[in-house]
């Protein structure tokens, strides 16, 4: 039973930081392209794409809206995920999950396998 757990989300001022964890237990994480994706407020039917990294971890996308802003790493040993996030403006808030597939990044919440129960992310004004 593969697990996904998020954390690192909270109340942040615009301009501030964060940054988000996951933790997979219970598969072979070496082997999993991990992302990001985020549910707005309102928006509970779309999931939007944020960033993603390979198996390998040289292989990084991120959308549009995080470019420059974003970055997404990961350490094979703790078996995590990160999402660094800098300048976070109002429009960043968000339920924030990671998720997992074998091998390779898709942009498409469709074509990963497992999920966490996500972490929020406020960003006041």
């Known amino acids: 039973q593969v697990h996904l757990g998020e954390s690192g989300g909270g109340l942040v001022q615009r301009g501030g930081s964060l940054k988000l964890s996951c933790v997979v237990s219970g598969g072979a994480f070496a082997d999993y392209a991990m992302a990001w994706f985020r549910q707005a407020p309102g928006k509970e039917r779309e999931r939007e794409f944020v960033a993603s990294i390979n198996f390998s971890g040289n292989g990084k996308h991120y959308g549009d809206a995080v470019k420059g802003r974003f970055t997404i790493s990961r350490h094979d040993v703790l078996n995590t995920v990160y999402l660094q996030m800098d300048s976070l403006q109002p429009e960043d808030t968000a339920r924030y999950y990671c998720?997992?597939?074998?091998?390779?990044?898709?942009?498409?919440?469709?074509?990963?396998?497992?999920w966490g129960q996500g972490t929020q992310v406020t960003v006041s004004s």
């Open positions: 998720a997992s597939r074998y091998y390779y990044e898709d942009q498409n919440p469709d074509a990963y396998d497992y």
